[in-house]
């Protein structure tokens, strides 16, 4: 059994920056794939970005390329989102998840269904500000 625990979140202005993390017990987080969604006020819950067991394939929604950075540290059994020019619409309560099926690279990782991710966080706030 995986516990996952996020953290991070907070308010920031429009073109500010977090950090979240996610960290996870257990001694099998290696063995897990990661990544990062989110759900904004009415609206569902949606892929943000993820990464494969060993942090060598990343994959990130359109909405958040070029901006957001996904990072993992197997030792720390902890992974990370770099959130940089963080805009209005980036606002949202952002959720860990972890797939322990078959090893996939990042884009695969996107095309899974929520349903298929086995562990989920409690989830962070995040709030941007204009």
């Known amino acids: 059994q995986v516990q996952l625990v996020e953290s991070g979140g907070g308010l920031v202005q429009a073109g500010g920056s977090l950090r979240l993390s996610c960290a996870a017990s257990?001694?099998?987080?290696?063995?897990?794939?990661m990544a990062w969604f989110r759900q904004a006020p009415g609206k569902e819950r949606e892929f943000v970005t993820a990464?494969?067991?060993?942090?060598?394939?990343?994959y990130y929604a359109d909405s958040v390329k070029g901006r957001f950075t996904i990072s993992r540290d197997n030792a720390k059994n902890t992974v990370y989102l770099q959130m940089n020019s963080l805009k209005p619409e980036d606002t949202a309560v952002y959720y860990c998840?972890?797939?322990?099926?078959?090893?996939?690279?990042?884009?695969?990782?996107?095309?899974?269904?929520?349903?298929?991710?086995?562990?989920w966080g409690q989830g962070t706030q995040v709030a941007v500000s204009a």
């Open positions: 257990g001694r099998t987080f290696s063995s897990y794939a």
């Open positions: 990464i494969s067991r060993g942090g060598t394939s990343t």
């Open positions: 998840a972890a797939y322990g099926g078959s090893n996939r690279s990042g884009y695969l990782l996107s095309r899974l269904g929520i349903s298929q991710y086995d562990h």
